[in-house]
């Protein structure tokens, strides 16, 4: 668990976090349900794992898999270090920053939650606030510096145009090496394209930028502050 800094400087990151996290992805115009694409979707299978958006029911299995999936992450272990930390912070950190996600019905998975993928719809943003208080309260007082530094880069770098958002898609390691990381992104790029509107994303794995730029993203900055590993911003024109 992390220690308190020192009273102002904490007060002072957790309001700059809070400002940087509130713009993201925002528009002049009000926030909206889900897009009316949304209503074409339904479960189907794709080479015989099903394709199907994932309920609050299930809100709960589906971060699961995204805990799994993102285990050996570097910047999400250099936040979160310790196993046991890990496994009881991470959690709140993906439900923070893509729980809206279940609630607008763009939350997606294959199969039996073997891939999940959480989408953020135009106008629509995470909640700012639980994200800064996740991260302040267990992340380690001697990070936050550099955590609130990269999470500013990256609101530089994000659209304030209308655009779909991916913050987390991950593939369970037992059902890693089949392609369902693949299948599950064309799927969920079928109902952005219906929108004719940008992707948006941020990888904190160098590694998957090939796999990103396979299905039509490019890169277009890297957040870097510290002893913290970067974060590679990628945007995907409109279809």
Known sequence: MSTSRSGNGHRLAQERAGSVLATRGAVDRPAIGAPRSIARI??????????????????????????????????ERWLFPEPQQYVAHFPRFVAAFGGSAFAKQTAWALGDFDA???????????????????????????RHDDMFSVLEQMDAAHPKYPHWYLPWLGVDPTSQGKGLGGQLLRQCLGV????????????????????????GFAV????????????TSMLRAPR
């Open 42 to 75: 339904y479960p189907r299978c794709v080479n015989s794992v099903s394709f199907a958006p994932v309920g609050e029911h299930d809100q709960a299995r589906a971060i699961g898999t995204l805990v799994s999936a993102f285990l050996d992450d570097p910047v």
């Open 192 to 215: 952005v394209d219906g929108d004719h509107l940008p992707a948006f994303l941020e990888t904190p794995n160098p590694r998957t930028i090939p796999f990103y730029e396979r299905h």
């Open 116 to 142: 999940v993928a959480l989408w953020i719809p135009p106008r629509s943003e995470p909640d700012a606030s639980a994200i800064v208080e996740v991260l302040s309260q267990s992340v380690a007082a001697e």
């Open 220 to 231: 277009t900055s890297s957040a870097q502050a510290g002893t913290c590993p970067p974060v």
